[in-house]
């Protein structure tokens, strides 16, 4: 965790202090979006620094602390952004004075529960664990960056479904990470049953969904939107809801107790398929590209666990041997 830490505080340096030439990069103009490309940047540092703690509280079985420090967070960051937004159109005093307590909440938390430790560095146990998670931020980082935009040249209605889609199921597909998170928790501690995180996974699915279901009828007024593009593009992502749970598990199990070269290379390849199939000269490229990454990861995944290992009646992962 430390040692995440500090990769993760050096790579957010990195990228602050070459802010100007990022926001240039993507055609932007550096005075209107520079202070809240800033805001984006350092939330995410901030993120993911209790992310990390969170992770080992739930490693360590506590729960409810864990749930207990997320609401608070989630809450100080809610009411502090909405109500200084209310208050103030400064947008400096706007990020000040949200950063500033979620920063100092995850010291105090980091201070807290960090134990006494001795500095390690275990680069093949880091590749491991995270090598798969991180070619995925890398596939997507490129995706967004050049690919995207590919799906907003045909127009106001297409760019404007795509987004709408993308506000009612981004946060829901954020959350069904803590599918991969529970899974690699039970897998590292020999305490794993397949068809008990799978089900629990549809259980957490079906709030997801509904939960998308619920913004859609909400928002969809607000919205100058044809329906019929913005239900192919809600289409897409349907599919990947159903199919996700199952590969993504697997996936997580192949890594750490499989192959992690062989697994992380499985899922370059779907993600060099994403990226190809986003580049088709349609403006539902990148839904094609997400629908038939995903169903290439269900299929191969599938067949390479099926042949590796077999599940029992009671949900154990028994390895085969021929």
Known sequence: MIIGSIVSTIIFLIILINIDNYISFMN?????YKIFTIYSVLQLFICLEFAMILNKLYYEEKNTLANKYSLIFNLLNFVLLIGTSLIT??????????LIPLALFTLYIYIKNSDKFKLQL??????????????????????????LSNALEYGEQFAIALTFVALITDTQWDTADAIVTAATIDISKNSFNYKQHRN????????LFSSSLIMFA???????????????YFGFEIVNFIIYPIYRIKTCYLQLEWSAFK??????LSSILRMVL???????CTGIGQVCSSIYQFITVSIIFKLTYKVDKIGNVIKRNY
């Open 89 to 98: 159109k400064n947008q400096i005093i706007i990020i000040a004075t949200t």
């Open 278 to 284: 986003s580049l088709l000269k349609t403006p539902f």
């Open 200 to 207: 629990n996974a549809y259980k957490l699915l079906l709030i």
């Open 263 to 268: 697994t992380t290379s499985n899922k370059i």
């Open 122 to 147: 275990n680069i093949l146990k880091c590749i491991k664990y995270d090598s798969v998670d991180l070619f995925n931020g890398i596939a997507f980082f490129l995706i967004f960056l050049f690919v």
């Open 218 to 232: 909400l928002l969809y007024r607000f919205y100058d939107l044809n329906l019929k593009i913005t239900m192919i």
């Open 28 to 32: 932007m103009d550096i005075s209107t």
